[in-house]
């Protein structure tokens, strides 16, 4: 079936260990990599696992392998309250139009889908390799092997529901020779109730910290069981594992550190900063770091930045143009696909460090001495004048986050980025006990949760008649813009049409109610041959 195509981890793994290892300098090297002489040691699972993270890595690259355009988590952070598509290109399209281009046929949708279910085999074909009892390895390796595929498998239908509610639910790993045309949507209740098996099945056998930084570690199984318990209508026990992970070896940064510590900017923003995204780095607050480091073999690249900084080089004063060029300072080449709405913006206080100038990007400087317009000089602050109106599509002018900045001196004009990234946090762990706290009645505590984030960023603080759950949305904007799933908190809290219909001026106006979930793509339901598929209400074969 094509949407549970196999494309097993294996694929992934062989060229993984063709670029690590010495062998394939060998005149007789193995013939083949597949499942049945990998999966048959501590290294061979070890290998599978590194694929696994592969296919973790590619949420923030190209939608295609290889590709740098059309990044793949696109459709769950634009189309929402605090972000819209800022050019025409990728999924962002989608959600700037709901009416005209969220139909069954869509491409966007599809690549997302196979992705997810990629992901999910690979996981099953680890987990349910490990069961062979010819392996050779302590109990604590096979279930270490086993948490990391079930945390990740977890993950990826934490995607699918929140995208498309009841999904196919799968536990076997899939094979050529097994190919399955009857698939039904499982109710996405018995879904979640899997992903907590898996997830606390995670937490007890995942160690509480990692040398290898890139290593999913228990404070990440837990962090995402408060948010599944959320969602499941339990907030006692989603406080529960919130706070055992603020009580875990996490910190808040509240202090400068790291590479650029004695220069201008915040404790919020050094998070950010090529050099200190891992603990190792200094970065105590970090649950879980991507790794995408340049010129190393499995680092992989991202398109962040491409996606969220805007197009800088396109810039002109008094009809120059060219007065910008790419370099460290300004971040390096972005193209703007997607930005903040002018709600997003106006979210901030004056003396909040996360609405501040080392937090986005709000002006230009004229750095290119071979341009520059008559009565400006080198080193000129072009300034955006953004408040007071609403976004527009194409806006050059326009503000973006700089969480995302990287430059390689060797590609100025690089689309892609190669520096680890922090991929979830504790300050979002925190917004979670917030949450559970006024689902409680504790607003005064939750008031008190909150304000340990908004001192730490020089906001003002709240009191507990401040505590809503529109205010803990406004408070994840200011906190986790471009980090966090938008989409899928505001689904899981019932906002995502209200809250999109009333600050996106742009994709707003075309959102409504089938929208909330994405249609099942039509190649999916095509090819369930010998079985219905239901499709998502609202939605039509093209």
């Known amino acids: 079936m094509k949407y549970l195509k196999y494309i097993m981890i294996v694929s992934v793994v062989a060229a993984t260990l063709v670029a690590c290892s010495d062998s394939y300098l060998d005149e007789n090297p193995p013939h083949i990599i597949a499942g049945d002489n990998l999966y048959v040691d501590l290294a061979g699972f070890e290998a599978g696992l590194s694929g696994l993270y592969a296919q973790f890595r590619r949420e923030r690259g190209g939608e295609n392998l290889g590709s740098a355009n059309d990044l793949m988590i696109d459709p769950a952070v634009t189309g929402v309250d605090n972000c819209y598509g800022n050019q025409r290109s990728g999924w962002n399209q989608v959600g700037n139009d709901f009416v005209g281009r969220n139909v069954t046929t869509e491409a966007h949708n599809r690549n997302f889908f196979e992705w997810i279910y990629e992901t999910i085999n690979a996981a099953n074909t680890i987990i349910v390799r490990a069961d062979n009892p010819d392996i050779s390895w302590t109990e604590d390796d096979k279930n270490r092997v086993i948490a990391e595929a079930r945390l990740i498998r977890a993950w990826a239908y934490r995607h699918a529901t929140y995208m498309w509610g009841d999904v196919p639910l799968n536990l076997d790993e ?30 007890t056998h995942l160690p509480a910290t990692s040398s290898n930084p890139g290593k999913a570690v228990s404070g990440v199984a837990s962090h995402y069981l408060a948010e599944l318990y959320l969602a499941m209508g339990d907030p006692t026990n989603a406080r529960i594992k919130a706070e055992a992970v603020m009580n875990g070896p996490f910190e808040l940064i509240t202090e400068r550190y ?15 900063l090529v050099g200190n995204s891992n603990k190792d780095q200094g970065n105590t607050e ?4 991507m790794q995408h480091e340049l010129e190393t073999i499995g680092g992989g690249d991202n398109i962040m930045r491409r996606w969220h900084r805007n197009r800088s080089h396109s810039v002109k004063v008094d009809g120059v143009s060219g007065v910008i060029v790419f370099d460290e300072a300004n971040g390096g080449r972005g193209l703007g696909r997607i930005g903040p709405t002018r709600f997003a913006m106006e979210l901030y206080e004056p003396s909040d460090d996360r609405g501040g100038v080392f937090a986005w990007r709000t002006y230009e400087v004229l750095n290119n001495p071979s341009k520059i317009p008559d009565g400006w000089v080198l080193g000129d602050t072009v300034w955006f004048d953004w408040q007071g109106r609403d976004e527009i599509i194409k806006d050059t002018y326009w503000p973006s986050t700089r969480k995302w900045d990287y430059f390689n001196p060797a590609d100025p004009a690089g689309s892609r980025n190669y520096n680890d990234q922090v991929y979830l946090r504790l300050a979002e762990t925190y917004l979670l006990v917030a949450e559970a706290q006024l689902a409680l009645g504790d607003a005064p505590g939750a008031a008190e949760t909150i304000n340990v984030l908004r001192r730490r960023a020089n906001a003002s603080e709240i009191g507990a008649g401040d505590v809503t759950i ?3 949305l406004d408070e994840r904007s200011r906190e986790l813009y471009s980090e966090e799933h938008r989409r899928y908190t505001l689904v899981r809290l019932g906002k995502w049409l209200e809250r999109t219909q009333m600050h996106n001026k742009i994709g707003g106006p075309t959102a409504g109610e089938k929208d909330r979930l994405l249609p099942i793509p039509q190649s999916v339901i095509d090819a369930n041959l010998t079985a219905p598929m239901q499709q998502n209400p609202g939605y039509t074969a093209e």
Do not use: H
């Open 174 to 203: 899939s094979s050529g020779s097994g190919i399955k045309t009857d698939w039904d949507r499982t109710p996405i209740a018995e879904v979640r109730a899997q992903m907590e098996e898996d997830l606390l099945f995670a937490e």
């Open 258 to 272: 790291g590479v650029r510590a004695n220069e201008p900017g915040t404790p919020f923003t050094d998070m950010f």
């Open 286 to 289: 970090a649950l879980w770091v």
């Open 470 to 472: 529109d205010f803990i």
